[in-house]
Nanobody, 124 residues
Framework: QVQLVESGGGLVQAGGSLRLSCAASGRTFSRYAMGWFRQAPGKEREFVAA????????YYADSVKGRFTVSRDNAKSTLYLQMNSLKPEDTAVYYC?????????????????WGQGTQVTVSS
């Protein structure tokens, strides 16, 4: 069993930056692929970024490529999402997720554990 707790969300102006963190419990964190998803009001949950268990392979949605960076510290059992050049359309609740298999995926149904989410609001 893995429990995930996100933090770092907040209100920021367009063009600003935020760093989200996701603290994981469980001794097998380093074996899991991890992902970030987001859900805006009235919209489906969408993929943002994912990272392989080793940290060497990352995968991004086209909408955030070049602006967001996903990383992980397996020693601290923590996943990060550095978000730069934020836009109002990035406003959403951001969720981290863990996948028991180590291969990255952009499909939400392939993830086994989810955090409660953290709100990111970008003002224009």
């Amino acid at each position: 069993q893995v429990q995930l707790v996100e933090s770092g969300g907040g209100l920021v102006q367009a063009g600003g930056s935020l760093r989200l963190s996701c603290a994981a419990s469980g001794r097998t964190f380093s074996r899991y692929a991890m992902g970030w998803f987001r859900q805006a009001p009235g919209k489906e949950r969408e993929f943002v970024a994912a990272i392989r268990w080793s940290g060497y392979t990352t995968y991004y949605a086209d909408s955030v490529k070049g602006r967001f960076t996903v990383s992980r510290d397996n020693a601290k059992s923590t996943l990060y999402l550095q978000m730069n050049s934020l836009k109002p359309e990035d406003t959403a609740v951001y969720y981290c997720a863990a996948k028991r298999e180590p291969v990255v995926s952009d499909l939400s149904y392939e993830y086994d554990y989810w955090g409660q989410g953290t709100q990111v609001t970008v003002s224009s």
